[in-house]
């Protein structure tokens, strides 16, 4: 969507059904998104792969936040849950925020992302995606942002100990085996979608 359409969105309070139709669409779009990822991953394209699985994170994180303002009461909810509702919708931080908080979406999936893929970026020698320049650890949720943007763009990056630095690409950065723990994540996250998104969808209005 570009920016003058977006800003022509109305800001208001969304309907069941416009929030239903969400849902749908957010599903539609992570199982192409995963799809899509798994063939590029059987094609040695595991870069574009991993940023696509990011992307499809993303989408089942803003089904997650249809889900949330879904099963509130519509008659008292507040201008400032609905404002909040849509910076979750629009912002890439937040979006990432929400696929790392899911501990009730789909169980020990945080510990997964923790403990797995951290493990993995270390072991390949990247830990640029996991620490600030203080060489503080960066979080999940700016490291689900630096990975994706890792896969898409090249970038400089200090050469060793030096002030030299070094133009690299994606196919320098992203390492297969951490293209295969996000996905592998995004499959088993949208897996419990499948079995949590219709029981609220076959609710009927209260």
Request: glycine fraction near 8%; aromatic fraction near 6%.
């Amino acid at each position: 969507m570009n920016a003058s359409h977006r800003s022509r969105t109305a800001r208001r309070q969304l309907t069941r059904v416009e929030l239903e139709l969400a849902i749908l669409a957010c599903r539609r779009n992570a199982r192409r998104l995963l799809d899509d990822a798994e063939a590029l991953m059987e094609n040695d394209r595991c870069e574009s792969a991993v940023a696509l699985a990011c992307v499809g994170l993303e989408e089942l994180a803003k089904l997650r936040v249809c889900l949330d303002l879904l099963k509130e009461d519509s008659a008292s909810l507040t201008s400032a849950r609905v404002e909040e509702f849509w910076k979750l919708w629009y912002d890439h931080a937040r979006k990432a925020g929400q696929a790392f908080t899911t501990i009730d979406f789909a169980g020990r999936q945080a510990d997964f992302f923790a403990g797995g893929i951290s493990a993995g970026l270390v072991h390949a020698g990247m830990k640029g995606l996991l620490t600030l320049e203080s060489g503080q650890p960066v979080g999940p949720v700016r490291f689900l942002v630096n990975l994706r943007e890792a896969a898409l763009y090249t970038d400089f990056v200090r050469s060793g100990h030096g002030a030299e630095y070094v133009a690299v690409g994606p196919e320098t950065v992203v390492e297969e085996s951490v293209a295969g723990l996000v996905i592998a994540g995004l499959r088993k996250l949208f897996e419990y979608v499948e079995l949590s998104v219709q029981p609220v969808l076959e609710t009927p209005q209260g």
